[in-house]
């Protein structure tokens, strides 16, 4: 079955990371299917039964975002705010997530040396958040996918090498 891929990027079109990403996922069609949130609601007023809906159409999800102040960006906020309802992703019938698979892609400006055991600071640790909703929500969780420093240390040959482990990491991931 094919993996759902949440895009959450305000501009995808300056982006480097998030877009090769993406590129990678449109070329890898027969596996992955990205739905962007900034491209089907641009204002960001989501239509909460269709994207319901959608979700329900797959085992496996991945959210694609970049790191934004220590969290995730605030239009992915809103959408699992809404979107993980009462009665349907938790409370009475809230049972529509249960059992599916639940993995991160995701982007930081600060290099890799500001996300290691010294700063106390994690992209595992920053996920906390989300980690518990999805469990509290009866998903498992599985893999995390980082590319560290594209605000400083970006190299093509790194982006690329780190393009490559995405898909390997979530192509056969289940
Ligand atoms: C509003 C905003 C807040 C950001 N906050 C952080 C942050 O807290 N930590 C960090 O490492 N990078 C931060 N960044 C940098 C982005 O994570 C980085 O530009 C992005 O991951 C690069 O991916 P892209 O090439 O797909 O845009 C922030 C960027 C923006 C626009």
Redesign the pocket.
Known sequence: MKKLVILT????D????????KTMLEKNAHTFVVHALYKVYPNLKFDIAREQEVLEAFDEIIFQ???????T?FALKKYIDLVFAYGWAFGPGGDRLKGKKIGFA??????EE??NAPTGISVKG?LNDLHLTFEYCGCEVTHLHV?????FN?KAKLLEENTERYLKTFANSN
């Open positions: 990027h305000p501009n995808i300056t982006s480097i990371v998030n877009k090769a990403w975002f970049p790191i934004h102040w220590y969290g960006p995701v982007s930081t400006g600060g290099p500001s996300y920053l590319f560290y420093g594209a605000m970006y």
